[in-house]
């Protein structure tokens, strides 16, 4: 494919010698191919998104507009495969997408989570039917996709959900309850975590997965939540009361969810990571900019050497961070990035995120605390990024695990 990666390192720039951080044409594991498909996600992003975030902050939601939009310009389903509907592309191209969206600092569309997330799993294991009712109208951006499995008693620990779908005749009753679900309200189809076997021998072996659609009898979104970050984002609670779902709204095996939830959670990981590295670097060159314009004690306070030092200290650690997920992102295109690498990603990379949204808050003084400032809006959208897509201690245990395991 000529997306694959064109062994030319040699001519790429570091990012550490580029102009900006989010200079196009840097970085190795890119090709040319990749950098044009940038400049169209690019202008994307600041001709259709940028302008509008503003109000959907107001609205708590995008627009329905924006998604078809973004289904013409080929920036959904783009690493789905071209026979299941999908655009086609490597996971380096949906990766430009993820990180395009950071730099211009609109969290709002939930695009990486629909693409990158929801509709791996159901090209990865729905039946043909299910892949041709779906993934095409989600490329499309007609049909926006969302993924259940937290509850308001069971986060991080996935085995301690309590929704639960029991057999009738061959429908299922799905009953339960799920909270800060991304895309939630808008949401189309929503891939449901549930029990369906509590005898099984562990919690583990009795989780599938449902694929239930808006207007389904007793599917109920709850209000849109209150977040102090993620403001555009629309993030809801769902109710499931006494819903039947015919067979083929299971979504693979009967209580094999676990192991696909399992198989696939490396994947949000790394784009958590990515998300959250691509937010530092445009931090950083928010940060830069301003500390040159910024003007104290008769000069710029670019010139003081404690700022000098901050920004040192920043670049630094960003691309050493960016040398690390770059390689992750080139292991994960050749299906070798496994579940301990992926959590370290997700865990450095978002507790670099939040240190590096204080200290730009601090350079910009008391105007990095109004809502106005772009880095105000940074700072709070990047607190969540260690708590969701499992937290960052759970990240560590499940580094630690392989550490010490005898494999």
Partial sequence: SPLQTEQHGAKRLEPSSAKTLTDIGTRRIFSSEHDIFRESARKFFQEEVLPFHAEWEKDGQVSRELWEKAGQQGLLGVAIAEKHGGIGADILSSAIVWEEQMYV?????GFSLHSDIVMPYIANYGSEEQVKRFIPQMVAGKCIGAIAMTEPGAGSDLQGVRTYAKKDGSDWILNGSKVFITNGWMSDVVIVVAVTDREARSPAHGISLFLVENGTKGFIKGRKLNKIGLKAQDTAELFFEDVRLPASALLGKENKGFYYLMAELPQERLVIADMALAGCEFMFEETRNYVRQRKAFGKTIAHLQTIQHKLAEMKTQICVARAFMDNCLQLHAE????????????????????????????????????????????????????????????MKELIARDIVSDK
């Fill in 105 to 109: 600092n609109c969290t709002g569309p």
């Fill in 335 to 394: 299906k070798r990035l496994d579940s301990a690498t992926a959590s370290m990603a997700k865990y450095w990379c978002s507790d670099l995120q939040n240190s590096i949204a204080t200290q730009c808050v601090q350079m910009h003084g008391g105007w990095g605390y109004m809502w106005e400032y772009p880095i105000a809006k940074a700072f709070v959208d990047a607190r969540v990024q260690p708590i969701y897509g499992g937290t960052n201690e759970i």
